[in-house]
C-alpha cells in the first residue's frame, strides 16, 4: 500500500532553518504530485507548496514565497522542504501529501490529494 514518512521535523529558532523529507512508497512516484500541508493549532490546514511529478511545476503559499523551497528527487521517491527564515508562526505540523495528477500541474486543494503522511512537528521559537 501507499506509505508516506515525513522527517525532518524539530525545534529551532526564529531565522533558523529546517529541512523536511517525505519518503513515499507504493506508487509510481513521477505519477503524483506532491504537496506540503501544515496545520497548526487554531487555524484551518494550509498549503505550503506543492511540485508536480514531471516538469516540476511548483505553487507557494504567499505566506512562504522566498524563505521555503519544494524539491523533489524522483529516483529517490522522496519530496523535500527547504525552510529558511523560519518564524514563530511557521509553528505547525506539517504534512506531506501525494495526488495523482492526470495533468502535470502543481495541486492545492488538499481534497484533491489521495495520500497523506503522519505528520512532522515544526516548532519556531521566538
Known amino acids: 500500500q501507499v506509505q508516506l514518512v515525513e522527517s525532518g521535523g524539530g525545534l529551532v529558532h526564529a531565522c533558523g532553518s529546517l529541512r523536511l523529507s517525505c519518503s513515499a512508497s507504493?506508487?509510481?512516484?513521477?505519477?503524483?504530485?506532491m504537496g506540503w500541508f501544515r496545520h497548526a493549532p487554531g487555524k484551518q490546514r494550509e498549503a505550503v507548496a506543492a511540485?508536480?511529478?514531471?516538469?516540476?511545476?511548483?505553487y507557494y503559499a504567499d505566506s512562504v514565497k522566498g524563505r521555503f523551497t519544494i524539491s523533489r528527487d524522483n529516483a529517490k521517491n522522496t519530496v523535500f522542504l527547504q525552510m529558511n527564515s523560519l518564524k514563530p508562526e511557521d509553528t505547525a505540523v506539517y504534512y506531506c501529501a501525494a495526488d495523482f495528477a492526470l495533468v502535470d500541474r502543481a495541486v492545492v486543494g488538499a481534497q484533491q490529494y489521495d495520500y497523506w503522511g503522519q505528520g512532522t512537528q515544526v516548532t519556531v521559537s521566538s
Open positions: 507504493g506508487l509510481t512516484f513521477i505519477r503524483f504530485c
Open positions: 511540485i508536480s511529478g514531471k516538469s516540476g511545476y511548483t
